[in-house]
């Protein structure tokens, strides 16, 4: 069964420290997503991809995260400098409708600022 | 108007017994309401999702009550066996004026005890 990947599954890194996480989406899926899940809480979106093009990022803090998907299949989500209230899971989902009925998410990335 | 309302937090219930989440919204033009399913340290999976269009929808021990007129819908989770605890978040997206971004709910923690 195919499945989102992502990678690395844990971080820790330092406040004000760079980290970049991955995500490969399920073959042939054209619409991506970055969520945020802070513990207790439902996920947050905060990037949305239709192929290599940003079609939402509204609430992307763009003055430390920045998201790509260069050719339209893996993305990076990156952060920097990274700040203690950054801690959080990390969720990429794919969808292979561009109006994103069935996401399907991967493991998440769990990140710790310290 | 995009938020989602879950209830209730946290749910313990008895093995055989039927879990009943319940979910209220507010902005009409939201047209699908996935629900899903999380364990700790893993990524939402996908469990059962309905359109408006229908009042339910059954599939196996899970069915979605929809209520249009009073804009909430509820997940049950008929003969809740111990494999069920898990954290439940009901969500909704306007598909094709939002590309799909999904809005969650807070999510409920449910506890079957064998």
């Known amino acids: 069964e195919a499945e989102v990947a992502q990678s690395p599954r844990y971080k820790i890194t330092e406040k004000s420290q760079a980290v970049a996480f991955w995500c490969d989406p399920i073959?042939?899926?054209?619409?991506l997503y970055w969520y945020r899940q802070i513990l207790g809480q439902g996920p947050e979106l905060l990037v949305q991809?239709?192929?290599?093009?940003?079609?939402?990022d509204s609430q992307l803090p763009k003055d430390r995260f920045s998201a790509e998907r260069l050719k339209g299949v893996d993305s990076t989500l990156k952060i920097q400098p990274a700040e203690l209230g950054d801690s959080a899971m990390y969720l990429c989902?794919?969808?292979?409708?561009?109006?994103?009925?069935?996401?399907?998410f991967g493991p998440g990335t769990r990140l710790t600022v310290t | 108007q995009q938020q989602v309302k879950q209830s209730p937090q946290s749910l313990i219930v008895q093995k055989g017994g039927i879990s009943i989440i319940n979910c209220a919204y507010e902005?009409?033009?939201?047209?699908?309401f996935p629900w899903y399913q999380q364990f700790p340290g893993k990524g939402p999976a996908l469990l059962i999702a309905?359109?408006?269009?229908?009042s339910e929808k059954k599939e196996g021990r899970f069915t979605i009550s929809f209520n249009k007129s009073a804009k909430q819908f509820s997940l049950h989770i008929m003969d809740s066996q111990p494999g069920d605890s898990a954290t439940y978040f009901c969500?909704?997206?306007?598909?094709?004026?939002?590309?799909?971004?999904?809005?969650f709910g807070q999510g409920t923690i449910l506890t079957v005890h064998p």
């Open positions: 073959s042939g899926h054209a619409t």
């Open positions: 969500a909704a997206t306007a598909g094709g004026t939002s590309y799909g971004k999904l809005t």
């Open positions: 309905i359109r408006p269009d229908v």
């Open positions: 902005n009409t033009a939201f047209d699908y």
């Open positions: 991809f239709q192929d290599e093009s940003v079609v939402d």
């Open positions: 989902a794919s969808s292979p409708a561009p109006y994103g009925y069935e996401q399907y």
